[in-house]
């Protein structure tokens, strides 16, 4: 019978784990950039080109897989005037509301994007949105990223946001959805679409969020102008004091332009 004395043992089991420590890191390795890739946290950014398609993040084709909008493609290719309006809202101030009264006077549908406080702390001003034609759509409970959130967590913070505009006003909120900040990953847009949702990024928006650094209304109406495009999605803010001021204006530019305005349930068709 062989003996092994301890500190053989000792060193055998030295190498032993040795060995199996380099062989865990290897494969730790090698299985990074695939998890790396998927939860990936990108911002939707667009190059804009005048009044033609803007130039789109690399991976939007792949995107259009997943039931993800950004522009109306088949009427920019046929040349139709088609402009749809939307709006990302957290909170309500005059301005939200003085927007909400020129596209009532203007008959303009817009698809709103909304968080919580708005929902709770201004029912009645939420309730407008439907009376009058417009879309209530998903932005998330609180505007967390939701980058690298599994899919039960993305379903119980859409489906938060859904049963607070249900338990406020008795309705059902819609089935489009707009990631915060257009932060978002590859899984993420994928778990949203298994979920139901449209997602609905933009093909214009400018820096009209921060009501303390408003650009000038002559500034930004021709921005907004000189970008706008055949089946743009125009990303605006309601409670921009800019915005509410120049919407009327907007509006009948882009009309003597030849625009008309359509809501995101005719998108494509």
Not at 1 to 17: A, Q
Not at 47 to 52: A, F, V, Y
Not at 125 to 150: A, I, M, P, Q
Not at 209 to 231: F, V
Request: glycine share 4%; hydrophobic share 35%; aromatic share 12%.
């Amino acid at each position: 019978m062989l003996l092994v004395s301890k500190k053989e043992r000792y060193i055998c089991m030295k190498g032993f784990l040795k060995k199996f420590t380099v062989l865990f890191l290897i494969l730790s390795l090698l299985s990074v950039p695939l998890s790396a890739k998927a939860a990936e946290c990108k911002s939707w950014y667009i190059k804009r080109n005048g009044n033609k398609t803007p130039i789109f993040p690399a991976d939007a084709e792949e995107l259009k897989e997943y039931n993800c909008y950004f522009i109306d493609e088949k009427c920019a290719d046929l040349m139709e005037h088609r402009l749809y309006l939307t709006f990302d809202a957290g909170y309500s101030n005059e301005s939200f509301e003085k927007i909400l009264d020129i596209l009532k006077d203007e008959k303009v549908p817009a698809a709103f994007f909304l968080l919580d406080n708005i929902i709770l702390k201004n029912t009645d001003l939420v309730n407008r949105l439907e009376d009058e034609g417009h879309l209530v759509c998903n932005h998330t409970k609180n505007h967390k990223n939701l980058s690298f959130s599994s899919k039960q967590e993305i379903a119980e913070d859409l489906s938060a946001l859904e049963n607070i505009y249900r338990e406020q006003t008795g309705r059902e909120m819609t089935k489009y959805f707009r990631f915060p900040e257009g932060k978002y990953s590859l899984e993420a847009i994928k778990s949203v679409n298994e979920l139901g949702y449209t997602t609905v990024f933009w093909s214009f928006g400018y820096d009209d969020w921060d009501n303390s650094r408003q650009m000038s209304p002559e500034k930004a109406k021709m921005k907004i102008l000189e970008n706008t495009h055949d089946g743009a999605v125009i990303l605006l803010h309601p409670t921009s004091t800019t915005n509410a001021s120049i919407l009327r204006d907007l509006i009948h530019a882009w009309r003597d332009m030849g625009y008309e305005f359509y809501s995101l349930d005719d998108f494509g068709k």
